[in-house]
């Protein structure tokens, strides 16, 4: 079992940055992936980003590549999503998952959420 508890979340103009953390326990933090996911009003929740346990590799959905950053802390049990020139588009609630410890992106399928924190980009 793995408990996911989001925080950063909040209201930032449009090119502005944000950063999220995203603070785990339970499971043994450093041995499984991470990532972030989000979900706009009306839409379905999408991928955002995903980082091997060790941090050594990321991968990125193609709207937020070059703009955000995905990176984790083994001691603090803790994974970041830096998020940079923001985009009204970005306005979403953003989910801290969990994965298993196999590293296959896009083929991996989240096994725990966090409840999600709001992130919203005005124009």
């Known amino acids: 079992q793995v408990q996911l508890v989001e925080s950063g979340g909040g209201l930032v103009q449009a090119g502005g940055s944000l950063r999220l953390s995203c603070a785990a326990s339970g499971r043994t933090f450093s041995s499984i992936v991470m990532g972030w996911f989000r979900q706009a009003p009306g839409k379905e929740r999408e991928f955002v980003a995903a980082?091997?346990?060790?941090?050594?590799?990321?991968y990125y959905a193609d709207s937020v590549k070059g703009r955000f950053t995905i990176s984790r802390d083994n001691i603090k049990n803790t994974v970041y999503l830096q998020m940079n020139s923001l985009k009204a588009e970005d306005t979403a609630v953003y989910y801290c998952a969990a994965y298993g410890s196999l590293w296959a992106p896009p083929n991996m399928r989240p096994a725990y959420w966090g409840q999600g924190t709001q992130v919203t980009v005005s124009s």
């Open positions: 980082v091997k346990w060790t941090g050594s590799s990321t």
